[in-house]
């Protein structure tokens, strides 16, 4: 009796973690200064040549950008204006943006290997230490988000004339 107890927790503990794996599909999360973020809505967008993905949990959201982008290849972030990390806090009415650019944070984003990507969808990992551009509100100086993953996140096409999913953070 008692190994029959053993085996069906057992198999409820497996069946549960099983589940897990399929509700993070499609995922966009990282840790935020060792705080655990999650975006509850993710998209990623082609346009001339630049993907762009894009997630938000409603208060804060996280908009990675990189031109002319290529699987397998790893860009790094706070060297120039063209592979951008932006991170929006919404604080009650105050919003407050971190952003990578120009000698400006640091980071990196990895793509995935082409072989492991699902087609029309995107996956990487990512770094994103990002300091607050807005000077007036110094509540929080930057954010340090690592570990961070973006997986399956579904891309489209972005053509003259379509409207893009993504807003501006830029």
């Keep these: 009796m008692k190994k029959i107890i053993v085996f069906l ?21 990282a840790l935020s200064n060792y705080d655990f973020w999650r975006a509850d809505a993710s998209v990623a967008e082609v346009k001339d040549g630049t993907l762009r993905v894009y997630g938000t ?3 804060e959201s996280l908009l990675l950008r990189i031109p002319n982008y290529g699987f397998g290849k790893r860009y790094d ?35 995935d290997e082409a072989s492991k ?16 551009t807005n000077i007036a509100n110094d509540t929080m100086k930057s954010v340090y988000l690592h570990e961070g993953v973006f997986f399956r996140i579904k891309m489209s096409e972005i053509t003259n004339g379509m409207p893009s999913e993504i807003p501006v953070l830029e």
């Design 9 to 29: 927790t057992l198999a409820l503990t497996f069946a549960a973690c099983e589940d897990d794996v399929k509700f993070n599909d499609p995922a966009f999360q």
């Design 57 to 59: 949990n409603g208060a």
């Design 77 to 111: 972030l706070g060297i120039d204006d063209k592979n951008v990390a932006v991170f929006r806090r919404v604080i009650e009415k105050d919003t407050i943006r971190f952003k990578t650019g120009i000698n400006l944070g640091g980071g990196y984003v990895v793509f």
């Design 117 to 132: 990507q699902v087609p029309g969808t995107v996956s990487g990992r990512f770094v994103v230490d990002a300091p607050n």
